[in-house]
């Protein structure tokens, strides 16, 4: 079992379609992450949590909604998209939001829009 | 703001010789720095980190890195690669002192063959 564990692997969608991406972190951390990975581009850090509380948002578009119930769980609600959206969707955490901290990504959500 | 370079969009190897994969950066205030490598269909895993010490680091896998701060570069070196180490390589920079706001490069793909 991985230390972070995202669901679904895969999900195909259409633009007027919600859906939501699941993250569960099993390492007891303090600091949660979604970063966007698109071909030919560098990882994109889209939201961060500390302690449940949202500390960054990075100019990411409305349609992305993202919730943090507890330290344990992240979600990436999706409501929307348009097909530029279509990328693979990393959650990733840290021990907490300090920089020198190592990040421990999830497999990611390869999302597709159609 | 810090900026990650990576030059070499695909690095072709055969197995067991030497590789290095190069990474430089940009930034106005001391950093940290870190390879990670993501193996198909899978996140990414931290390789090794720079924090701060020796300016060569050891990493798993038997990859090592040296930070040249003269330079801004943080090179990625193994002497003799195997098959498995296909797979595509990230380095990433961060300010210190700050938040875990890693500035990813665009990765570099290695290709190792018989």
């Known amino acids: 079992e991985t230390g972070v564990t995202q669901t679904p692997r895969h999900l195909v969608m259409g633009m007027t379609n919600k859906k939501s991406l699941k993250c569960e972190q099993h390492l007891g951390h303090n600091a949660m992450y979604w970063y966007k990975q698109s071909a030919k581009k560098p990882l994109e850090l889209m939201f961060v949590y500390s302690l449940e509380e949202r500390v960054e948002n990075n100019s990411v578009p409305s349609r992305f909604s993202p919730e943090c119930p507890n330290s344990s769980h992240l979600f990436l609600h999706l409501h929307t998209l348009q097909p530029e959206d279509s990328a693979l969707y990393l959650c990733?955490?840290?021990?907490?939001?300090?920089?020198?901290?190592?990040?421990?990504f999830g497999e990611g959500s390869w999302l597709t829009v159609v | 703001a810090q900026s990650v370079t990576q030059l070499d969009s695909q690095v072709p190897v055969f197995e067991e010789a030497p590789v290095e994969l190069r990474c430089n950066y940009s930034s106005s205030v001391s950093v940290y720095l870190f390879w990670y490598v993501q193996y198909p269909n899978q996140g990414l895993q931290l390789l090794l980190k720079y924090l701060s010490g020796s300016t060569l680091v050891k990493g798993i896998n038997g990859f090592e890195a040296e930070f040249n701060k003269s330079q801004t570069s943080f090179h990625l070196r193994k002497p003799s690669v195997h098959i498995s180490d296909t797979a595509e390589y990230f380095c990433a920079v961060v300010n210190t002192g700050t938040a875990s706001k890693l500035t990813f490069g665009t990765g570099t793909r290695l290709q190792v063959t018989l």
């Open positions: 990733a955490s840290s021990q907490d939001w300090s920089s020198g901290n190592t990040i421990y």
